[in-house]
């Protein structure tokens, strides 16, 4: 499984959230941290090297 960053609509532009594609259903990012998914036309992937984990606000975070 090779993690997925991606910002949905609505979101905050400094955070990312973090999911998985599915092998049956290519064309969904699944959430990591939660049970629903979202369509990849839908969403704005990004590079996993743009991508900063927080540890003490739990967050993903894009560097700038």
């Known amino acids: 499984m090779t993690p997925i960053y991606f910002q949905p609509k609505g979101i905050r532009p400094q955070f990312c959230e973090v999911g998985m594609i599915s ?16 369509l990849i036309s839908e969403v704005k992937i990004i590079d996993k090297e743009n991508v900063h984990y927080n540890k ?6 894009i560097r700038k």
Not at 23 to 38: A, G, N, Q, R, S
Not at 56 to 61: A, H, I, P, V
Request: charged fraction near 40%; charge should be negative.
């Open 56 to 61: 003490k606000t739990r967050l993903n975070e």
């Open 23 to 38: 092998d049956t259903d290519p064309d969904y990012i699944w959430y990591l941290d939660e049970p629903c998914k979202v």
